[in-house]
């Protein structure tokens, strides 16, 4: 009793400890700072030190009041600091860090004013820095003269350009008033780590030439960077913007805003990203704007969050913007936005719910641009985006969506079927699709202590890394061996499926089915007119004459060519799409007529065309239950005549029999007789007939597919 009772005692003072023990961050964000009178600043003035091998003004651990009821101490303050900064011949720098500034700080005061226009200079800077004046002179010059023609201004008043040579330190510096740093150069680094802006803050017009370093800066209130130029990398990693941040119109080389928050509004937009910009993890929880902004290089925004909408209005993309795992809660507005040719978004495990999120874009060409690496582990959000243009009704790009979709399902039919195992694979197998040996021991290894359960285990192991994983993804699988039943089963469904996406970009696109079709009509026809007209040489000939050839060869070349064309337009893969069409047209055919052939025909009503037409009526009909022989029934006979061989548009008959039997509509309802009819002519047309059953059915459900109206009445209950 006496031992839990001790027990409960000593627990308790632990806990009472804890509670009143002072947090750790506290002592490190409150450290000593001395007032800083005339007569410190003197001694400092007279003793710079020296920070990376340049003479540094040491402002460090102070309390700086510059507020107006000490406008004494604050003019003496900006005199003397000025002064000594324009008699250095040469650059001094200025280290506020970890001190702590009451009241406005402005940087004009302190840095040496430069005409902005015109070539004087003054004599202090060196030749690189005077080079850097110049080309910031020539870029403003240019946009005078623009404003100029624009809003036919005839004078321009002369501006002036606050120059800081030397590099500029505010590590954990704590200003507690207005901070203007607007229409300045930046000749030096600027180095603001953990710097904490309680007021307002303007960088309007700055430029930065070298390094700017905000990492873990906070903005508590409105921060303005418009029209700043950054020539040298910007960080702004671990910032907290908590009111509404501006970087309008601004231009960036290098820029990384990794894991910074956003809490207000922020206007990106009109801003020039010549590098890589990395936005990475970020989360913004007010609007953000990106309008009509261009971007040089990729961007990226994984795992960034948007609370709230986000629009890229009009906005140039050159290469990949990466939203890999990012998660967008309202609403994602690319309109107007264009793209290059080698851009997309890429957009693995995106975060994205229909039903509370909207990704807009322009109708048709935003969902060409989404990208998805592999099925595995995107379904959700892949059928989430087909929801999203439905519901916007952009049919086109929700059609274009489930290509992709589909696209990526037979590559992982393919892995399933001819993928590399890595639970089974040796170690040569694995070697011959891209691991090194190193790698691969590793492997064999891994899966003796405990086997892989998705391909991406892999990168889990050490020594492989992500370019090996990206160079053999497709190519490796994890799963269960399939047996003889079901390895056929599954070569069905990919033989299926690739004939879906070759022909029809899975019912996406009806002018590539309809060009398959004018390409197989084009060439039946020929075939149907060539075992019609061309019968036997001897010993009466019975062949077609010279302008008949000459009229079915130009039907033939008109038809083909349109066909052709749709199919190369539309068709991603259009020599595939066209490989698989013969694939499925010519062998039997070809077989059939070199068997017709090879026989010889010698049977009754040779003098009479194998094809008879229904001659009670003529008009454009829609043959859907039609079959391609007449009746047995004698009565039938009187309707149906044989076609005329003696008309100069003969040959039209053939190439409309083939349009009745492949896509159930034609001209006038032909159809073979049922006299002394050889079977292979007849099971060639059966054969075609089969083709066309599979064809009418493929181009009604691409119809409904693409045809809105038709859609929506599918598609929503």
């Known amino acids: ?78 005199r003397l600091i000025q002064t000594q900064l324009q008699r250095s011949s040469t650059p001094l720098g200025i280290d506020f860090s970890y001190s702590l500034i009451r009241g406005e700080l402005k940087i004009s005061d302190l840095g040496l004013p430069t005409p902005l226009y015109g070539q004087a200079a003054l004599p202090i800077f060196n030749e690189a820095e005077q080079n850097q004046l110049a080309r910031d002179r020539r870029r403003l010059l240019q946009l005078s003269q623009l404003s100029r023609s624009l809003l036919v201004q005839t004078q321009v008043a002369p501006l002036q350009l606050t120059v800081v040579r030397g590099p500029l330190t505010l590590v954990q510096t704590r200003f507690e008033g207005f901070v203007d740093f607007s229409n300045t150069f930046f000749l030096g680094r600027v180095e603001a780590q953990g710097a904490v802006f309680a007021q307002e803050t303007d960088w309007s017009e700055t430029r930065f030439s070298q390094l700017a370093n905000f990492a873990n800066a906070v903005f508590q209130r409105e921060v303005r960077f418009r029209s700043a130029l950054f020539f040298g990398r910007a960080r702004f990693n ?42 990475s993890q970020t989360r913004w929880q007010g609007n953000v704007l990106f309008d009509r902004s261009k971007f040089s290089q990729a961007l990226f925004l994984s795992e960034a969050v948007f609370e709230q909408p986000v629009s890229f209005r009009q906005s140039q993309f050159n290469q990949s913007v990466n939203l890999r795992g990012a998660a967008v809660l309202s609403q994602m507005d690319l309109a107007d936005a264009s793209f290059a040719e080698r851009a997309y978004l890429n957009v693995p495990n995106l975060q994205f719910d229909p039903r509370q999120a909207r990704l807009l874009g322009d109708p048709g060409r935003i969902g060409r641009v989404l990208s998805v690496p592999t099925l595995q582990g995107n379904e959700t959000l892949l059928r989430n ?54 790698q691969a021991a590793t492997i064999l290894k891994a899966r003796d202590q405990q086997p892989l359960r998705n391909a991406s285990d892999v990168l889990r192991l050490e020594g492989v890394d992500l370019a ?41 696109s009806f002018w590539l089915i309809f060009g398959v079709g004018l390409v197989a009509v084009a060439q039946f026809g020929v075939m149907f007119w060539l075992l019609d007209r061309l019968r036997r040489l001897r010993p009466v000939p019975l062949v077609p004459t010279l302008g008949e050839t000459f009229w079915v060869a130009g039907g033939f070349s008109v038809l083909t060519l349109v066909g052709l064309a749709a199919l190369f337009q539309t068709g991603e893969s259009p020599w595939q799409t066209l490989a698989w069409l013969e694939a499925l047209v ?52 009187d309707r149906y005549t044989p076609i005329l061989w003696d008309r100069r548009w003969g040959w039209l008959n053939y190439f409309d029999f083939s349009l009745n039997n492949l896509l159930r509509f034609g001209f006038n309802d032909i159809r073979l007789r049922d006299q002394q009819m050889p079977g292979l002519i007849t099971a060639l047309t059966w054969y075609q007939w089969s ?27």
């Open 1 to 78: 009793m006496v031992r839990g009772f001790l027990c409960l005692w000593l627990l308790g003072w632990l806990g009472m400890s804890l509670l009143l023990a002072e947090p750790a961050w506290a002592a490190v964000a409150l450290p000593e700072r001395t007032p800083l009178t005339i007569e410190r600043l003197q001694e400092r003035l007279k003793t710079p030190m020296q920070s990376d091998g340049v003479r540094t003004l040491n402002l460090q651990r102070l309390v700086i009041d510059l507020r107006p009821e000490n406008a004494a101490f604050r003019d003496q303050f900006y």
């Open 238 to 279: 671990q910032a907290l913007f908590q009111d509404v941040v501006s970087f309008q119109n601004s231009e960036f080389k290098a820029a990384s805003f990794n894991q910074a928050v956003f809490q207000q509004t922020a206007n990106f937009s009109r801003i020039r990203w010549q590098d890589t910009a990395d936005l």
């Open 385 to 438: 985006l087909v929801q999203n243009f439905r519901q916007l009704q952009q049919i086109a790009d929700a059609n274009d969506v489930q290509y992709t979709t589909e696209k990526l399902r037979l590559r992982q039919i393919r892995q399933r079927l001819l993928g590399t195992d890595l639970n089974t694979a040796s170690s040569q197998q694995l070697e011959r699709i891209g691991f090194s040996a190193q």
């Open 468 to 508: 090996t994983y990206v160079r053999v993804r497709d190519q490796i699988t994890v799963q269960r061996p399939l047996s003889p039943g079901g390895w056929l089963l599954e070569g069905s469904r990919w033989i299926g499926l690739a004939l879906l996406l070759l022909l029809t970009r899975f019912g996406t």
């Open 586 to 637: 010519l062998p039997l055919p070809l077989l059939l007529l070199s068997l017709i052939y090879g026989r010889g025909r010698y049977h009754d009503l040779m003098d009479t065309s194998y094809f008879v037409e229904d001659g009670s009526m003529r008009q454009v009909r829609l043959l859907i239950g039609r079959l391609p022989t007449i009746p047995l029934n004698p009565i039938f006979r």
């Open 691 to 717: 083709l066309g059953v599979l064809y009418f059915a493929l181009l009604l459900w691409t119809l409904s597919r693409t045809i809105p109206g038709l859609n929506l009445l599918i598609y929503f209950k």
